[in-house]
């Protein structure tokens, strides 16, 4: 079997969670959470997204430097759980990912050029292809630069938020579409936050390609989800200060209007252009981590075995990435994708609790301070109850495709 060269360090994992990970949650997320949690509910249900992130980035963490491979769960659930278990989560990221990448590109043509959102989508992924194809070492570093400005970008928001005069305490407890939105909407928003942190799984995804695994990602994961959530509650607060959760909840553009809303209208094309170079980041770690997922699937021909070749130069699995482009694509040209978010947060959620599963079968880690198998199980508990408070149609439309897989599965052996 053909492997893949490790060539990532801790600080090239990092960057990739990061890219993973900022953008979905900062530029399209907060709007929909607060409409459902509304103000001091937006900020409980960051923290509850965070706090699951945490209990899955340690089962994640604890399973990938056991199985430092392509794949992810898709392989832990394998490994510990059966070959049903492994498919299912295998299906579920494949399938909820895809939809996530039509998405992300989608989202770049509606920030870049509206009338012609397609097009730009289209180039997107053929752009975002082009640089993981050319091999994982020049996607770490075309993420860097990516990080790099977005980070720039965040740190304007929130300092012109915060310094420009519009920043309000008092408006961040205020209702926002309900004013009483209960336990539920606070569950809901934090469902739908959770598709902001998924990005943190990219490190394990790409486990095969990690130098040294065992201590890298134990410590990429942890600190990559740890720069981001602390980055999250910030730019919550200051949205909330400044616009209020009524406000936000309309938002199309959440950290433009922070900036207009501040006294600096000038300035939000600039938050537009990291809207768009974040998303691109998103785009480009979604496509590398779906690729790797499908390799490890086709190398156990639970999909077809000609998408486990490995390029013999560039050593990145050149098929499946070339397939997963031409999906997203095909999604692109003809689908709406807007409700994307609930229905690859579901999917993904149950991903993640295969992976809380699969690391409550493992030993005692020596040495470890934290309690990792309680932690496992409330990452379980969390993963169920996120999935089943999000939207319904999200929910029927998540735990339909995975019986679809699962139905397939099933009834594969009788055709081959």
């Not at 205020?174 to 909407?185: I, K, T």
């Not at 609790?353 to 309680?374: E, Q």
């Not at 939207?391 to 995975?402: D, H, I, R, T, W």
Request: hydrophobic content about 55%; overall charge positive; glycine content about 14%.
């Amino acid at each position: 079997m053909e492997r893949l060269a490790r060539r990532l360090g801790v600080r090239d994992a990092v960057v990739i969670g990061l890219g993973s990970m900022l953008g979905a949650g900062v530029f399209v997320v907060f709007a929909p959470a607060a409409a459902s949690a509304g103000g001091a509910g937006l900020l409980v249900a960051l923290a509850l997204a965070g706090f699951v992130a945490f209990c899955n980035a340690t089962s994640s963490a604890r399973l990938a430097a056991r199985y430092p491979e392509s794949g992810g769960t898709y392989v832990y659930g394998r490994e510990r759980l059966g070959p049903f278990a492994g498919f299912v989560a295998g299906w579920g990221f494949v399938v909820g990912k895809t939809a996530s990448c039509a998405a992300m590109a989608l989202t770049i043509g509606a920030y870049l050029w509206p009338g012609r959102a397609r097009f730009v989508a289209v180039a997107a992924v053929a752009a975002v292809t082009a640089v993981n194809l050319r091999g994982i070492g020049k996607t770490a570093t075309a993420t860097k630069a990516l990080v790099g400005v977005v980070l720039a970008v965040l740190a304007l928001v929130a300092g012109a938020g915060l310094l420009g005069g519009g920043f309000d305490a008092g408006r961040i407890a205020g209702p926002g579409a309900s004013s009483s939105p209960g336990a539920h909407g606070v569950l809901a928003a934090a469902g739908l936050l959770f598709f902001a942190f998924a990005g943190y799984a990219r490190i394990a995804t790409l486990g095969e390609e990690v130098r040294d695994p065992e201590r890298t990602i134990p410590r990429a994961v942890p600190l990559a989800l740890g720069v981001v959530l602390a980055i999250y509650l910030v730019l919550a607060v200051v949205a909330l200060g400044v616009l209020g959760p009524g406000r936000l909840a309309a938002s199309a553009a959440p950290l433009a209007d922070v900036v207009t809303a501040a006294g600096l209208p000038g300035l939000a094309w600039v938050v537009r252009a990291g809207a768009t170079v974040a998303v691109t980041g998103v785009l480009l770690s979604l496509v590398a981590g779906v690729g790797r997922t499908l390799l490890a699937m086709a190398r156990r021909r639970d999909v077809p075995h000609g998408l486990a070749a490995v390029h013999p130069v560039r050593r990145v699995p050149h098929r499946a990435e070339l397939a997963v482009a031409a999906v997203v694509t095909v999604v692109v040209l003809v689908g709406d994708v807007r409700g994307a978010i609930g229905f690859s947060s579901c999917t993904v959620l149950v991903y993640y609790a295969i992976t809380n599963a699969s690391a409550l079968t493992l030993g005692r880690d020596p040495g470890r301070r934290l309690p990792v198998r309680l932690l496992a199980v409330l990452g379980l508990v969390g993963c169920v109850a996120l999935a089943v408070s999000l939207p319904l149609a999200s929910v029927l439309a998540g735990f339909g495709v995975l019986a679809l897989g699962a139905a397939w599965y099933a009834l594969r052996p009788r055709h081959h």
